[in-house]
């Protein structure tokens, strides 16, 4: 048990190796902002875009003549479970039969970059990195384990076709643009329907097909004033929240019974 | 004009929700249902999760059917001790739908269960309310006076021990088997989501043969009441309830619900009998259609909790 311990401490540190060996430790580093931290919904609220700026910083150890630069954006929302069901046709009615069970993916998801994916970066790293959706981890029940599964699973494809139709997943492969070599910015469409919560966006920097520099920032959306109330109000106090709503119907009610009287 | 609901969590158009709520309150007024076999379909197709349309119509019937209620109130159209008869049945009915419900859900096929009985139910109700009405139709047609309340054809139903005198009504009927519509209803109304007065009004006429003068008033009654008790069901266990969504639909409901009452009135009993059973057999039909044909998707997600 120890020795095979050791044998994987030796080759974690020797991958390291290998890694710094073709790049230096923070030879870029990334200074990023979101257009807005808070993003919050009122009443006529259907639909935002944010803007995220940044700009590659380089040190002295940055390799002169400067590389051309690739950038990833991932930008995702507050995770929850889902449930991707298929229907079949039994006894001539389609019903749903069989179903896969998504455990804490994120209800929002968007990857952006500058140029297709593949360009960016060999297939393995693609999928060590997450790049596309075809590579983004979504973790799968499958009976008793836990594991995502190849990118053209019937369930899995589903599950981002359909969630792309609604505009919650999607990928974009032009949509990160240099301004100058260093300087870049990206849209971030947010969908009427966006779910509330957190959001953490993820950029990496890529050069020569390798990472040289990641950071992450973040934006939340929220509830303001009355549609906040009444969502808290809702959790909170189910009771006095069902009783108000009673009443109002009740009110509502009689108050057309008297408006429209006409004997 | 878009409004972002707070519990649905979507942007709808305002107006279009109103026509919603005025149409089916139209439909439930005149016809003294509640109509929520009619909105939470529609709901559901602009978008709303059914789980949230499910409840916020709720609070919409409940709306409407007070305000309905009134209307016949005003009319002396409303039998209270036959309402409180069968009110005293529909929560034990409601109670045990709810416990059957539970354990639908825990077996994984409700949606399915709940397609299958809307399609049942619907068809069967209305099917047969729309042959009762073209009979009766015909009867008039030819001139020979109704049969629907000839002594004599009063069946095992008048037999029954512990009578009373629903004076309202004009019957003379045993308690035993309006407890056990009462418990019908409340059971398939907690099951399906639906205030199930479109059941409710035939059962009365057909099997209790209660006067059609004081049948709608009091299955109003009845809506009324389970759908208030449904209100604060669902708000206290799920905190489904969309109190914005359901103001709309309300305002809508009970404007729609005053026409539909006073259109109802002038339309004679047969042919009002006959509307129903086509609206309710199109509903049902359209169910069946659902089941029947291949879906446009194979795949559909649901969440099912926030990860936590």
Known sequence: MIARHCLAVIFAALTLCAAFAIRPADAERLIVSVSNHRVTVTPNYSG????????????ASTPAGGADYDLV?????????????????????????????????????????NRPFDAIASPEVQRRQQLGLNNVLLTQRVGPDYADVVPNDAFRSAFVRLRSERGLYREATSAVTFLTPTLFRTEIPLPAEVPIGRYDVEIKLFSDGALVAQTVTSFEIVKVGFEQFVATSARQNGFVYGLATAFMALMTGWMASIVFRKD | MQLFLPIADIPVNVFLILAMGAAVGFVSGMFGIGGGFLMTPLLIFVGITPAVAVASVASHIAASSFSGAIFYWRRRAIDPLLAA?????????????VWTFTQLRALGQLDLMIALSYVVLLSAVGGLMFWEGLRAIMRARRGIASSMRRPGSHGWIHGLPLKIRFKRSKIYLSVIPVVAVGIIIGFIGAVMGIGGGFILVPIMIYLLRVPTSTVIGTSMVLTLVTMVFATMLHAVTNHLVDAVLALILMVGG????????????????????????????AVG???????GIKPDDLFTIRETGDGG
């Open chain 1, 73 to 113: 954006v991932t930008v995702s929302g507050p995770l929850a479970d889902m449930v991707t069901r298929r229907k079949e046709r039994k006894f001539g009615i389609w019903i749903n039969t069989d179903y896969r069970q998504f455990l804490k993916v994120p209800t929002y998801l968007a990857l952006f970059s």
């Open chain 2, 254 to 281: 009970v404007t729609g619900a005053q026409f539909g009452a006073r259109a109802g009135q002038k339309i004679r009993g047969e042919h009002l009998r006959l509307l129903l059973g086509l609206l309710i057999l």
């Open chain 1, 48 to 59: 935002e875009e944010l803007v995220l700026f940044g700009s590659v910083e380089k040190d």
């Open chain 2, 85 to 97: 008869v069968l009110l005293s049945g529909g929560v034990i009915g409601t109670a045990l739908g």
């Open chain 2, 285 to 291: 039909i359209r169910f069946a259609i659902e089941l």
